[in-house]
């Protein structure tokens, strides 16, 4: 593998953009740092701007001979899917809601029918134009003239008379709130610019509460705006001073609080008041401790009202308590109702009129059950766990779609690397799943032909790393190309998923795994300890064991393994890049975050004070500093080692991981002569582009890429074979 840049050899490619050097000086803990390309940070010079374009340019250039493969993996992704489709409508006071889809319509339509029969709990099966519906928001109309479009905040009053709705037009994650009359269709007067998504109404609709955001992009402020009255006399009623903090509101199921949540990576306060009186002081429950994580339900046992707190307070794996709601800190009054340990993380709980549910994780997978609630005051308050069990060996499940406060089913979504998106209603009665829609994969698909496997990997120190691997069945070996991909930040567990796009690669004879490496929740709270701070090293190395393990195996070799991981797994990347550049024939980065240390120095920069309980603090412990600086992708680029190709994709107006991450990785890897190519999205943020089309078009143009990288670019498809 040369470590000279192919591209830039090719005459037909012209010669790679080449940033110019100009060194910018920082020094902390009497390390004094020399950097490059830091001016490429003004976003607003000409000269970036035009560097940028200048890189896509020649980003378009190298990979002109994938064109077709492009338009061939978007036509694929459309014929495969339902274009003009339905969500399962989801029953909510008086309506059903439910959206819709259009075939060549980029956004989706949000609408209602009222509930026919208050008895039926069967979603109706609604024809396309129904005589009944009424349409809430099209999203279509309203991102009509932009070039990015995003729905922020969606909700309806509890009477069902008023739509409170944001949208981001730039990318920038900055909302408008508004605030339709169902009625009439028309949008009042009320309107709020530069608002975060999140805003609730009290239940009497006569109050919105809405977050906004700081000049960090932290959001920080819950306001509180009477409708009927201009923006600037909003109040605010909760302004959060640590910039460690972010805050959010909501409403409970049963309508009787609303919930102020305020919490860091690693602390956790909330604050509740009576709904019914919208114009009051919040309450603390709990006062936050450091280090200790909790999150408030409220539930009617056997009549009484009672508070359930999910904690981590001597239980790193959480426990769930319920305590007084008029006494939350009085602990004679708790009980436990999930007991920690027994190899569960907890992850949430959702009181209704008759029942709880609990979602949490075993053996590395998500995990639903069920907890019968007491209705009189001499029955058992709270009946045993019940599991919902499924038999595929990995899978996704979680609650969803479930609003109403009495009801008799519970709606669950379920999928796996090989089952598409399935909504089911498990029935309480007598515990049986209903399945309600899957996912349609148009042109026949069938999952016997694919297969999932659960394999493991040991790291040095002994800690056994799971991998979750699907492939197509059939082939004369097992080696096989493989796309590995990684994230292992933030406790985010990346479970297996069905995807439409991905068919195109595993139909061309590739396979694709996951790394649940450390940093991730995966397997509980120990594994997300073990990969952050002072400890994440061990997402890269773990990362380059489950590489190693894939190819002593014999499913794949370097020369045919892309690594693949987006924002903090983009920082995986780079550090496996600089680590174990042999392992890899190619690496997508997805708005990475390679300048992981400059940019946790800055606390000036979005959200960087909060990250400092993920990351640690380098500004002001040389402990960190040291740490940080030894792993820094950015930091470490090398000479020594031929890298392999390298694509990195971000987004101009993104507020999470700054454009100029990858832009200044991009030239850094440019003077080593590492083989990398950057395309920027000039209007899109943190998530990419909007609008599902022109996201088809990306995953297209990623996925070529990466076939290009496995040998499978000029592979065909396998075609749909019917097992008996």
Same mark, same amino acid.
């Given at each position: 593998?040369?470590?000279?840049?192919?591209?830039?050899?090719?005459?037909?490619?012209?010669?790679?953009?080449?940033?110019?050097?100009?060194?910018?000086?920082?020094?902390?803990?009497?390390?004094?740092?020399?950097?490059?390309?830091?001016?490429?940070?003004?976003?607003?010079?000409?000269?970036?701007?035009?560097?940028?374009?200048?890189?896509?340019?020649?980003?378009?250039?190298?990979?002109?001979?994938?064109?077709?493969?492009?338009?061939?993996?978007?036509?694929?992704?459309?014929?495969?899917?339902?274009?003009?489709?339905?969500?399962?409508?989801?029953?909510?006071?008086?309506?059903?809601?439910?959206?819709?889809?259009?075939?060549?319509?980029?956004?989706?339509?949000?609408?209602?029918?009222?509930?026919?029969?208050?008895?039926?709990?069967?979603?109706?099966?609604?024809?396309?134009?129904?005589?009944?519906?009424?349409?809430?928001?099209?999203?279509?109309?309203?991102?009509?003239?932009?070039?990015?479009?995003?729905?922020?905040?969606?909700?309806?009053?509890?009477?069902?008379?008023?739509?409170?709705?944001?949208?981001?037009?730039?990318?920038?994650?900055?909302?408008?709130?508004?605030?339709?009359?169902?009625?009439?269709?028309?949008?009042?007067?009320?309107?709020?610019?530069?608002?975060?998504?999140?805003?609730?109404?009290?239940?009497?609709?006569?109050?919105?509460?809405?977050?906004?955001?700081?000049?960090?992009?932290?959001?920080?402020?819950?306001?509180?705006?009477?409708?009927?009255?201009?923006?600037?006399?909003?109040?605010?009623?909760?302004?959060?001073?640590?910039?460690?903090?972010?805050?959010?509101?909501?409403?409970?199921?049963?309508?009787?609080?609303?919930?102020?949540?305020?919490?860091?990576?690693?602390?956790?306060?909330?604050?509740?008041?009576?709904?019914?009186?919208?114009?009051?002081?919040?309450?603390?429950?709990?006062?936050?401790?450091?280090?200790?994580?909790?999150?408030?339900?409220?539930?009617?046992?056997?009549?009484?009202?009672?508070?359930?707190?999910?904690?981590?307070?001597?239980?790193?794996?959480?426990?769930?308590?319920?305590?007084?709601?008029?006494?939350?800190?009085?602990?004679?009054?708790?009980?436990?109702?999930?007991?920690?340990?027994?190899?569960?993380?907890?992850?949430?709980?959702?009181?209704?009129?008759?029942?709880?549910?609990?979602?949490?994780?075993?053996?590395?997978?998500?995990?639903?059950?069920?907890?019968?609630?007491?209705?009189?005051?001499?029955?058992?308050?709270?009946?045993?766990?019940?599991?919902?069990?499924?038999?595929? !060996?990995?899978?996704? +499940?979680?609650?969803? =779609?479930?609003?109403?406060?009495?009801? @008799? #089913? *519970?709606?669950? /979504? $379920?999928? &796996?690397?090989?089952?598409?998106?399935?909504?089911?209603?498990?029935?309480?009665?007598?515990?049986?799943?209903?399945?309600?829609?899957?996912?349609?994969?148009?042109?026949?698909?069938?999952?016997?032909?694919?297969?999932?496997?659960?394999?493991?990997?040991?790291?040095?120190?002994?800690?056994?790393? !799971?991998?979750?691997? +699907?492939?197509?069945? =059939?082939?004369?070996?097992?080696?096989? @190309? #493989? *796309?590995?991909? /990684? $994230?292992? &930040?933030?406790?985010?567990?990346?479970?297996?998923?069905?995807?439409?796009?991905?068919?195109?690669?595993?139909?061309?004879?590739?396979?694709?795994?996951?790394?649940?490496?450390?940093?991730?929740?995966?397997?509980?709270?120990?594994?997300?300890?073990?990969?952050?701070?002072?400890?994440?090293?061990?997402?890269?190395?773990?990362?380059?064991?489950?590489?190693?393990?894939?190819?002593?195996?014999?499913?794949?070799?370097?020369?045919?393994?892309?690594?693949?991981?987006?924002?903090?797994?983009?920082?995986?990347?780079?550090?496996?890049?600089?680590?174990?550049?042999?392992?890899?024939?190619?690496?997508?980065?997805?708005?990475?975050?390679?300048?992981?240390?400059?940019?946790?120095?800055?606390?000036?920069?979005?959200?960087?004070?909060?990250?400092?309980?993920?990351?640690?603090?380098?500004?002001?412990?040389?402990?960190?500093?040291?740490?940080?600086?030894?792993?820094?992708?950015?930091?470490?680029?090398?000479?020594?080692?031929?890298?392999?190709?390298?694509?990195?994709?971000?987004?101009?107006?993104?507020?999470?991981?700054?454009?100029?991450?990858?832009?200044?990785?991009?030239?850094?890897?440019?003077?080593?002569?590492?083989?990398?190519?950057?395309?920027?999205?000039?209007?899109?943020?943190?998530?990419?582009?909007?609008?599902?089309?022109?996201?088809?078009?990306?995953?297209?143009?990623?996925?070529?890429?990466?076939?290009?990288?496995?040998?499978?670019?000029?592979?065909?498809?396998?075609?749909?074979?019917?097992?008996?």
């Amino acid at each position: 593998m040369s470590p000279v840049n192919p591209a830039s050899a090719d005459p037909r490619f012209g010669e790679a953009p080449e940033a110019p050097r100009r060194p910018v000086e920082r020094t902390h803990h009497g390390h004094t740092v020399s950097d490059d390309f830091e001016w490429l940070r003004e976003k607003d010079n000409p000269e970036v701007l035009a560097y940028l374009e200048a890189e896509n340019g020649f980003t378009e250039a190298a990979t002109a001979h994938l064109a077709e493969l492009r338009e061939s993996l978007f036509d694929e992704i459309k014929a495969r899917t339902l274009e003009s489709d339905l969500s399962v409508p989801v029953r909510h006071n008086g309506y059903w809601y439910y959206s819709r889809t259009i075939e060549g319509k980029q956004y989706g339509i949000h609408c209602r029918i009222p509930i026919r029969d208050a008895d039926d709990w069967t979603p109706p099966d609604i024809a396309r134009g129904s005589i009944d519906e009424q349409v809430l928001l099209d999203d279509n109309v309203e991102a009509d003239g932009t070039d990015f479009y995003s729905l922020g905040s969606f909700d309806v009053s509890v009477d069902g008379t008023l739509l409170a709705y944001s949208v981001d037009t730039a990318g920038d994650e900055r909302y408008t709130l508004r605030v339709r009359d169902l009625r009439t269709g028309r949008d009042l007067a009320d309107e709020i610019a530069n608002t975060s998504p999140g805003a609730t109404f009290a239940p009497d609709a006569s109050v919105l509460f809405y977050p906004t955001v700081d000049d960090a992009w932290r959001p920080d402020t819950i306001w509180r705006h009477v409708l009927g009255t201009p923006g600037s006399a909003d109040v605010a009623v909760y302004t959060e001073p640590d910039e460690r903090f972010w805050v959010g509101i909501g409403l409970t199921r049963s309508e009787r609080y609303l919930v102020l949540d305020i919490g860091s990576k690693i602390t956790s306060e909330v604050r509740l008041l009576d709904a019914a009186h919208p114009l009051g002081e919040f309450e603390v429950v709990w006062p936050r401790r450091n280090g200790v994580e909790y999150e408030v339900e409220h539930a009617v046992v056997a009549g009484e009202d009672r508070l359930l707190i999910v904690h981590n307070d001597g239980a790193p794996d959480f426990t769930v308590v319920d305590a007084s709601a008029a006494e939350p800190r009085e602990r004679s009054s708790w009980r436990t109702v999930v007991a920690p340990g027994s190899g569960r993380r907890i992850e949430q709980v959702d009181a209704f009129s008759t029942h709880l549910t609990v979602e949490y994780r075993r053996d590395g997978l998500t995990r639903v059950g069920i907890i019968r609630l007491g209705q009189k005051s001499d029955d058992e308050p709270y009946g045993p766990l019940e599991e919902v069990e499924f038999e595929e !060996p990995l899978f996704q +499940v979680g609650t969803g =779609g479930n609003p109403e406060w009495s009801q @008799p #089913t *519970v709606r669950l /979504g $379920y999928t &796996s690397f090989v089952t598409p998106s399935s909504v089911y209603d498990l029935s309480l009665i007598d515990s049986s799943l209903t399945l309600l829609k899957r996912q349609p994969v148009q042109g026949g698909y069938d999952p016997q032909q694919y297969e999932q496997l659960r394999l493991w990997a040991t790291a040095a120190d002994g800690t056994r790393i !799971p991998i979750s691997l +699907v492939r197509r069945l =059939g082939g004369a070996s097992e080696e096989r @190309p #493989t *796309v590995l991909y /990684g $994230y292992g &930040s933030y406790e985010a567990s990346i479970d297996p998923a069905f995807s439409i796009a991905r068919l195109s690669l595993l139909d061309r004879g590739a396979a694709f795994a996951i790394a649940h490496v450390r940093g991730g929740g995966e397997l509980g709270r120990q594994w997300y300890e073990q990969g952050k701070t002072l400890t994440k090293r061990n997402t890269f190395t773990d990362f380059i064991v489950v590489a190693d393990e894939l190819i002593e195996r014999g499913l794949t070799t370097p020369s045919v393994l892309v690594a693949q991981g987006g924002s903090a797994g983009g920082l995986l990347m780079g550090a496996v890049a600089n680590m174990a550049p042999d392992r890899f024939a190619g690496i997508l980065a997805q708005v990475p975050f390679v300048d992981a240390l400059t940019s946790i120095l800055d606390p000036e920069l979005p959200l960087t004070v909060i990250e400092w309980d993920e990351w640690g603090d380098p500004l002001h412990d040389v402990e960190v500093y040291e740490y940080m600086s030894g792993y820094s992708p950015y930091e470490n680029v090398r000479d020594d080692i031929a890298y392999p190709p390298i694509l990195a994709v971000t987004s101009l107006n993104d507020t999470r991981v700054l454009y100029v991450e990858p832009a200044k990785w991009t030239a850094r890897l440019r003077t080593v002569g590492a083989p990398v190519l950057l395309l920027t999205e000039m209007t899109a943020g943190h998530g990419g582009v909007s609008g599902r089309y022109e996201r088809w078009r990306e995953i297209a143009q990623e996925y070529a890429w990466m076939l290009d990288r496995l040998g499978l670019a000029d592979t065909p498809p396998a075609t749909l074979e019917v097992t008996s």
